[in-house]
Each structure stands twice: as structure tokens, then as C-alpha cells.
């Protein structure tokens, strides 16, 4: 579902069938930047659910257009601007379960569907502690949590040469072939957070601000072959480290049924939307 956007013609650097770029690159910068819409941040509040609680629940985030400046490949082929784009969103399930002591665990799993042209299968987990600091005689409260969370699989897609970026005019320029490329984008990540929360109008409404860090290993191969028979299936690595801050709301509409809304974003990256809600299965 989401995609980048990265030339295609033979590795220029590192071991055969790997070019490890630098992580100011703009390939560097481009993995990064689609890796900041999947990452598995927060649901919603922090909030204390006795123990056992089963919450099934769904979100849509939105997957923004990069910078210009970083469509431009160069470090690990042949010079090349794209513009493409798989979807401007994407959508999962998210399967919470509170255990007692204030834990929880969370897991979310994309199964492999095609879905505009694209086909993700991504997996999600985490846990978490939440403390109750403070209780008020309103029912509002302030609550902490600590989270440890994760994402791994990947998305397929079409990417360095679709349909309309192809020619066989030159074969000494990028997409030089009839078929379009299946190229493979992997946005590793696993990420340790901190969120606070607050609740007001009797603890119906709840505010909160997280941050935390990500340890993102994407990985991005491409899988195109030109009309002279050559197979491109060159493996584009980076390691980065990024800091990502973000806050939300959530509403209890009922005793089991919430919505949320998140801000997600990272500095150097950008900043995705994320709408949500949840239905709660009391033991």
C-alpha cells in the first residue's frame, strides 16, 4: 500500500545483489519515510480495563506524498525521478488483550491482498505497562504507560518501473523492458515509547502526548527485468535510528465502544493521520 520511489539498472556499490547506502541518502531517506505510516504506535489513551478485556479494533492512517528533493535516486542506480504511488492510506485490524498489573498485548496482522496494485502483508505486536498516577473524585485521571512495539513483513508492488515509466528506446537508461518490475519493500522497525495521559468530562474524553524511539532496518529489493535479459534483484539496505513524537484523543462512546484520533510524525520524515476505533469484549 505504500510505496518508493527508486531507479532501476545494476547496483553501483557493496557486496553483489546489495548496495548499502548512506543514511543521508535519499534511497536512506525514502525507506524512512514510507517506514513512519506502518509503525505500531498506541491505539489510543492510556487507560486502566480489568483484566481480561478483549478490545477487536481497526484504524486508517494516511500515507502522505514525499518531498520531491528525495525522488531522486542516484546513490545505487542510474540517475531516475518516479512519482509513484500505491495508496494515499492504509487500513488494519488491531486485537488488544489487558492483562492484569497493568500489562497488555497487542497484535495486529495485514494478510496478503492485492489491493491497488499493491499487495501487503504486514504483522504487528506489542506490549505494554500502564501506572495510574492520579485519580480524581471526577472520575478524571492521569495515567503512564511504557510500550514496546514492533513491525515486520512486507509490501509488493510495481514500484521502480510501472507501466508508464517503462521504454525500449534505450537500453542504457532506467526501465528499459515491457514488463512492469515486482519489487518488494520491507519496513522493519521495532520501537520502545513513553506516553502520558489525562482525562477530562468525567473521564469520557482522554488527551495524549508519547514519544519513543524507532530502530528501522527497511529493506527494499527490486525484481525487474530489461529486454536484454538482465535480472535486476538488487537488495537496497540501510540501518537508522529515528525519534517519533505524537498525540491523540480518545472517546469512550460506551461502556465498549471507543474512537480515537492520533497525529503520528517523525522530524526528519514527516507526519501521518490516524483514525480508529475499538469494541470491547468484557469477560
Not at 506489542?126 to 471526577?138: D, E, G, I, Q, Y
Not at 512495539?149 to 515491457?178: F, V
Not at 525487474?224 to 539496505?237: E, M, P, S
Amino acid at each position: 500500500m505504500v510505496v518508493v520511489a527508486l531507479g532501476t539498472l545494476g547496483p553501483a556499490t557493496g557486496v553483489p545483489g546489495e548496495c548499502r547506502v548512506p543514511k543521508g541518502s535519499n534511497e536512506a531517506k525514502l525507506l524512512a519515510f514510507y517506514s513512519g505510516p506502518v509503525a505500531f504506535s498506541p491505539a489510543g489513551a492510556p487507560e486502566h480495563v480489568r483484566p481480561w478485556t478483549l478490545r477487536l479494533g481497526a484504524e486508517i492512517g494516511s500515507v502522505p506524498d514525499p518531498d520531491s528533493s528525495i525522488q531522486q535516486s542516484s546513490f545505487c542506480f542510474i540517475r531516475k525521478t518516479e512519482h509513484t504511488r500505491l495508496s494515499p492510506f492504509f487500513v488494519r485490524q488491531r486485537l488488544t488483550l489487558t492483562l492484569p498489573r497493568g500489562f497488555a498485548l497487542e497484535a495486529s496482522y495485514l494478510p496478503p491482498v492485492d489491493f491497488r496494485d499493491a499487495e501487503a502483508n504486514l504483522a504487528s505486536a506489542s506490549v505494554s505497562w500502564t501506572k495510574r498516577l492520579r485519580m480524581a473524585p471526577t472520575g478524571n485521571a492521569t495515567d503512564v504507560m511504557l510500550r514496546l512495539q514492533g513491525t515486520t513483513g512486507e509490501i509488493k508492488g510495481s514500484i521502480t518501473c510501472p507501466d508508464h515509466a517503462l521504454q525500449q528506446s534505450d537500453p542504457m537508461q532506467a526501465c528499459y523492458g515491457s514488463s512492469p518490475s515486482l519489487d518488494t519493500f520491507k519496513p522493519r522497525t521495532l520501537g520502545l515509547e513513553g506516553i502520558v495521559s489525562t482525562a477530562a468530562w468525567d473521564g469520557r474524553v482522554a488527551f495524549y502526548i508519547g514519544a519513543g524511539g524507532n530502530f528501522m532496518r527497511p529493506r527494499f529489493q527490486v525484481g525487474f527485468n530489461n529486454l536484454q535479459g538482465f535480472v535486476d534483484n538488487t537488495v537496497i539496505a540501510v540501518d537508522l535510528n529515528r525519534v517519533a513524537m505524537f498525540a491523540g484523543a480518545s472517546a469512550q462512546v460506551s461502556s465498549t465502544v471507543d474512537l480515537s484520533a492520533q497525529a503520528y510524525g517523525v522530524r526528519e520524515d514527516g507526519v501521518t493521520f490516524r483514525f480508529g476505533g475499538g469494541y470491547r469484549l468484557h469477560r
